[in-house]
């Protein structure tokens, strides 16, 4: 892709995939904020950025990234997992990728930029990584237009993947992978801070909410849930590991008043890269993986070591903290089956 399509992908999300033919309309309605994040700006991308980005739509990438196929093991919620299409049995497709290179080098690109702003705005940091500018600074805007676009990026990079997806099933199993295929849940950002009205001592204020190792968890009723989830809340999901499970929650009126609308994005780490490569010294781990009934594929042996379960929480318990405290509410249990770590 040359960088002047790249800079069109950026502005415009997944409006540029219908047009390219990827996907569909009732996709973009069932993403978070329709697939495009408003105030996305290319300008403030460094050419390095667009490099990095213009030959990775499409892609996984490395670390927790993932692509999983499996089926639904169980319900909780019977009428929400109505909702979302979801049933017993039913065969299931998590995607989880986001910016790639373009949205690293974006991060980096700013660091250096948030440096400076914190000592011309005199804001002392207990840590370098909390760098930071105030929201309506020339510093804070650049950044949010230049993440917008990242985000940009990252909505048509996982439709991309949905769409040969659905290709693949098509060509494997002789049937149509629309309609009654592979519809869409939900796509929902992770690592990204939006500017939100939230009740602040019972006032309506303008936030900008951060959810890093997070995503949005919006409750029954709010406008910005998708009409088809309206009555039930937006879909949250939550992955596990390569041989646990995953699960699909929704959002709920206490955790929208508790944590600004917001959930984890997944199980959580409890090892270290480093430390998971020591605990997975001598084993293989494709073997172990296929004694669970997991068909796992990795592009090297080190993206599988890193990502062993035992380097995982266990996301049952995690789902059911989250569901106890009313933050979100279980819907389904997605069971793995095949395992491609890019």
Request: include cysteine; proline fraction near 3%.
């Amino acid at each position: 892709m040359g960088v002047k399509a790249l800079r069109k992908v950026l502005a415009q999300g997944v409006g540029w995939t219908l047009d390219q033919g990827y996907g569909t309309a009732q996709d973009q309605a069932h993403i978070e904020a329709e697939g495009c994040i408003p105030g996305a700006d290319p300008s403030k991308v460094s050419q390095r950025a667009l490099e990095r980005g213009k030959s990775q739509l499409g892609t996984v990438g490395s670390g927790n990234h993932f692509v999983e196929a499996g089926y639904v093991e169980e319900i909780f919620d019977p009428s929400a997992a109505a909702a979302m299409g979801l049933e017993k049995g039913l065969a299931t497709v998590l995607i989880h990728t986001g910016s790639r290179g373009l949205g690293h080098q974006i991060c980096s690109d700013y660091i250096s930029v948030m440096m400076k702003a914190s000592r011309k705005y005199g804001i002392e940091l207990p840590d370098r990584q909390l760098c930071c500018a105030p929201v309506g600074s020339d510093e804070g805007r650049d950044y949010l237009a230049a993440m917008a676009a990242a985000a940009n990026f990252a909505f048509v990079n996982r439709q991309m993947i949905m769409h040969w997806t659905r290709e693949a099933f098509s060509d494997v199993f002789g049937t149509a992978a629309r309609g009654k295929g592979l519809e869409l849940v939900y796509d929902v950002c992770h690592n990204i801070a939006k500017l939100e009205t939230h009740q602040v001592a019972g006032k309506a204020t303008q936030l900008c909410v951060h959810r890093k190792g997070a995503t949005r968890a919006f409750p029954p009723g709010h406008r910005e849930v998708p009409e088809r989830y309206r009555n039930v809340g937006q879909p949250v999901l939550v992955p596990g590991d390569m041989g646990r499970c995953s699960y699909v929650m929704a959002g709920t009126q206490a955790g929208y008043e508790e944590t600004f609308g917001s959930a984890c994005h997944g199980a959580g780490r409890v090892m270290s890269r480093k430390q998971a490569k020591k605990a997975a010294a001598g084993r293989n781990i494709v073997h172990e993986l296929a004694e669970k009934g997991v068909v796992v594929k990795g592009a090297s042996r080190g993206t599988l070591v890193e990502e062993i379960s035992d380097a995982y929480k266990d996301v049952n318990n995690v789902v059911n903290v989250l569901h106890q405290a009313g933050i979100s509410r279980k819907v389904a249990k997605l069971r793995p089956l095949v395992v491609i770590k890019g």
